[in-house]
Antibody, heavy 119, light 107 residues
Framework: EVQLAESGGGLVQPGGSLRLSCAAS????????MNWVRQAPGMGLEWISY????????SYADSVKGRFTISRDNAKNSLYLQVSSLRDEDTAVYYC????????????WGQGTLVTVSS | DIQMTQSPSSLSASVGDRVTITCRAS??????LAWYQQKPGKIPKLLIY???TLQSGVPSRFSGSGSGTDFTLTISSLQPEDVATYYC?????????FGQGTKVEIK
């Protein structure tokens, strides 16, 4: 069974940083592209970052470019998101999502980790 | 960037009703469109990709159609378990943008 488990969220002050993690199991992690998608409280979904299975390609939404960094460790079946220079509008549940065979489609999602940016 | 606009934002229908949700792209995206369902308090679930292909395990009462700029998600006979917010998403190129969502409730 495919499982994705995020961790690392919490309360952080504006301008602060966090490292989000996603532990994957139940599939060959190194064969799949991975993504981060976030959802602000009561709001819709926003794709924010992508990394290819072999780490050679990354992509970011304009809203986080230059502040967030995606990475992965295929030996540890883990996906990461370093979030920095946080703003109030970054408050959201952050989901890791497995890439489908079609680039940009997400077939499995984790339960999410909440990041709250507040002073 | 291409914008995705869904209508209506919310709807209320009776069990057994046929429900249609529309998604419009600000530019043509061929058939690079997916639909997701998010039940209250739950994580999103992939329903349809390539505008009309049902993901494995999704009930056949769900269907999708369209290409270019105009797309629809149809629930042929609404069931209580279909109460959810539905999102369209374009994936022809990054950024992979979602629509704002359509909340479906039972009347």
């Amino acid at each position: 069974e495919v499982q994705l488990a995020e961790s690392g969220g919490g309360l952080v002050q504006p301008g602060g940083s966090l490292r989000l993690s996603c532990a994957a199991s139940g599939f060959t992690f190194s064969s799949y592209n991975m993504n981060w998608v976030r959802q602000a409280p009561g709001m819709g979904l926003e794709w924010i970052s992508y990394i290819s299975n072999d780490r050679t390609t990354t992509s970011y939404a304009d809203s986080v470019k230059g502040r967030f960094t995606i990475s992965r460790d295929n030996a540890k079946n883990s996906l990461y998101l370093q979030v920095s220079s946080l703003r109030d509008e970054d408050t959201a549940v952050y989901y890791c999502a497995r890439g489908f065979f079609l680039l940009g489609v997400f077939d499995y999602w984790g339960q999410g980790t909440l990041v709250t940016v507040s002073s | 960037d291409i914008q995705m606009t869904q209508s209506p934002s919310s709807l209320s229908a009776s069990v057994g009703d046929r429900v249609t949700i529309t998604c419009r792209a600000s530019q043509g995206i061929s058939s690079y469109l997916a639909w997701y369902q998010q039940k209250p308090g739950k994580i999103p679930k992939l329903l349809i990709y390539a505008a009309s292909t049902l993901q494995s395990g999704v009930p056949s009462r769900f269907s999708g159609s369209g290409s270019g700029t105009d797309f629809t998600l149809t629930i042929s006979s609404l069931q209580p378990e279909d109460v959810a917010t539905y999102y369209c998403q374009k994936y022809n190129s990054a950024p992979w943008t979602f629509g704002q969502g359509t909340k479906v409730e039972i009347k």
